[in-house]
């Protein structure tokens, strides 16, 4: 099981009322916590989710406009990212497998992950400007960015991209 931290916008579009909920991973679970937030692009009714990891900052982003439409291509573009990324078949399998176990929605909880799903949403938005259709949006290009992005760790004060935190746990071999 994994717990969504959503934002307010996202809840009321998936008609969702939501408590701020803390739950425990499962023993051993990494891909326990995700933030979600709802990206407006520049195609009439059309909307994407972007899903970041705390606290990694691994991010999945899938087309769709609610919590409830999406969880299903959220698991799928994830496993992609995740074979895309090097990651071993063992934790992948056992990360999805406590995936299947369903999830919790609670509202979010720290302005550092609004934040940074913020300057990400801008990126986004940038690419939705230059894309024809919505269809022709290179979600996997920008995850891959995302994958490869640095960004300031206020715990260690170091820079790091979100895919360093896998490797200090030995669940990725790319470099």
Not at 123 to 145: A, G, Q
Not at 153 to 166: I, R, S
Request: charged share 25%; hydrophobic share 40%.
């Amino acid at each position: 099981m994994i717990i969504i931290q959503a934002v307010h916008k996202l809840l009321n579009a998936s008609r969702l009322k939501a408590p701020l909920y803390i739950s425990e991973p499962s023993p051993g679970q990494e891909l326990h916590t995700w933030y979600a937030k709802l990206i407006r692009t520049c195609f009439p009714g059309k909307m994407l989710v972007l899903y970041m990891h705390k606290p990694s900052g691994l991010t999945v982003i899938v087309h769709g406009k609610t919590l409830q439409a999406t969880h299903c291509m959220f698991k799928e573009r994830l496993l992609l990212l995740l074979r895309r990324n090097g990651f071993s078949e063992k934790f992948i399998d056992r990360e999805l497998g406590l995936i299947d176990d369903g999830y919790v929605v609670g509202k979010t909880s720290s302005k550092q992950m609004l934040g940074r799903m913020n300057q990400l949403t801008y990126i986004i938005e940038e690419y939705c400007v230059r894309s024809p259709t919505i269809e022709d949006l290179p979600l996997t290009r920008l995850e891959d960015l995302i994958a490869d992005n640095i960004y300031l760790n206020t715990e260690n004060k170091k820079y790091v991209d979100p895919l360093d935190y896998f490797r200090d746990l030995g669940v990725v071999s790319r470099h």
